[in-house]
């Protein structure tokens, strides 16, 4: 008779297991348009490539991005947050399902001093289940699976950053060694100037005002290349860090970004960011796990059902008992903790909206700005590459006339100078343009597509 209760009160139980505290998931509303503006980019519906980064043509670059994504310390802290969200999850469920148990206790006893001892001993076996009538234990894992997918969403935005960090310190690095090759010339250019100046100072055919000048200039052309050694090492050892290699071990060939092309990119409507975006993904997921919090908080208020039964064995295999049982415990005072709860889980899901609102607003900006950035990159690599080409040419004529006597050796090597500052502004053009594309790039996603964690 005790088994028929029991059972009954699992078949009402399983019935009212049925019932779900949790808020339906509605992704928040955020205005935006179907183009960037004022932009002229061509928006159509197209994705950026996975290994976005080979796009540049560069096969070191490529090798150095893939060593990051491989062996950055970052990323790699980032997959053990995923494998402990994982086991999270795991913890979670494990309440969705019954416990056993098992023992087995042991007895002395004697009627009387001197008379014979009675053993007994007996093995016992018990499972336990907690009923989710009101889905609290469901609420609990489906917010530990929200928190493994921003995990998950969370590895996938740090790789993407990875690589546009990567990407963006090796054209820094590549440009700056353009430029400390210039800045050398320049500075050898100078020097010779002074030479001159210095020589025809003596001989009365140049003033002192002149020379001090051209010191200046020798002086400033000294910090100028001093300065862009330093910045050569600093973008070396942030390579190095990012890729995972100690910067003393870390050596990269020298490429020219002026050979460089900027590829194009394609743009998508801003809708498409909700679903490409892997760092929106993550405060979405993170939103979702605040709605089932929420039904966590909410089920707290409502009675809770164990079920348990012991299956006893003693040694004589006749002495075999079944206990079953069946609790119900309902919150009567909680001293404000149970509704403190829930106003702090209605508070952090109403907060964690705001957070995706302002994600996706921050989303668009950061493309607006992109788009912006190429632009004026792409227009201003062009108009440098215009410069450098004359002043280019106005080196060489100044060269013919230097040979026919038309004018004399300071005017051509200023012409020098002026055509290796031409030169210098041009490779610092091609770096913000080859950024500028990175940029682009990340802010609208690279090319992640949505995985199941």
């Not at 078949?11 to 992704?27: I, K, T």
Request: charged share 20%; glycine share 8%.
């Amino acid at each position: 008779m005790v088994q028929v209760r029991f059972f009954g009160s699992l078949v009402v139980a399983l019935v009212l297991g049925g019932c779900n505290l949790v808020p339906e998931y509605v992704r928040p509303e955020v205005g935006f348009g179907n183009g960037w503006g004022s932009s002229p980019v061509e928006v159509r519906d197209a994705t950026v490539r996975g290994d976005w980064w080979a796009m540049f043509g560069d096969a070191q670059l490529n090798g150095l991005v893939e060593r990051a994504l491989a062996q950055n310390n970052d990323i790699l802290a980032s997959v053990e947050r995923i494998a402990q969200a994982r086991a999270s999850v795991k913890v979670a469920g494990a309440s969705l399902l019954p416990s056993v148990s098992g023992g087995v206790s042991s007895d002395y006893s004697r009627a009387e001093i001197g008379g014979n001892g009675v053993n007994s001993t007996r093995a016992d076996v018990t499972a336990a289940y907690e009923v989710d009538v009101f889905g609290a234990n469901r609420a609990s894992k489906a917010a530990a699976r929200a928190q493994l997918a921003a995990a998950g969403y969370d590895k996938d935005a740090l790789a993407l950053t990875t690589a546009g960090d990567v990407a963006q310190a090796y054209f820094n690095l590549q440009g700056v060694r353009e430029r400390v090759g210039l800045a050398e010339e320049s500075l050898e250019a100078s020097r010779r100037i002074l030479t001159l100046l210095e020589t025809r100072l003596r001989v009365g055919a140049s003033g002192l005002l002149e020379v001090t000048q051209q010191r200046t200039a020798v002086a400033q052309a000294e910090a100028n290349l001093a300065s862009l050694k330093e910045q050569e090492a600093t973008f070396k050892s942030a390579l190095a860090i990012l890729v995972g290699v100690a910067p003393q071990d870390f050596a990269v060939s020298e490429t020219k970004v002026t050979a460089l092309a900027l590829p194009e990119v394609p743009v998508a409507q801003p809708a498409a960011l909700l679903e490409r975006r892997p760092d929106l993904k993550v405060a979405e997921a993170n939103l979702k796990a605040a709605d089932a919090d929420i039904g966590v908080a909410r089920a707290a208020f409502f009675p809770t059902l164990s079920l348990s039964a012991g299956l006893v064995q003693a040694i004589d295999p006749a002495q075999l008992a079944l206990n079953t049982a069946a609790s119900l415990a309902a919150p009567i005072f909680s001293g404000g903790a149970n509704s403190g709860n829930l106003q702090a889980a209605n508070a952090r899901q109403r907060e964690l909206v705001a957070n995706y609102r302002q994600a996706v607003l921050v989303s668009f900006g950061e493309v607006a700005d992109a788009l912006a950035a190429r632009e004026s990159a792409a227009v201003r690599v062009t108009s440098q590459q215009v410069a450098a080409e004359n002043a280019v040419t106005a080196l060489r004529l100044a060269q013919l006339q230097l040979e026919a006597g038309t004018v004399d050796l300071p005017t051509l090597l200023n012409t020098q100078t002026s055509e290796l500052s031409a030169r210098d502004a041009e490779i610092s053009a091609k770096v913000d343009g080859l950024n500028a594309t990175v940029q682009l790039v990340r802010a609208l996603g690279g090319g992640f597509t949505t995985e199941a964690y």
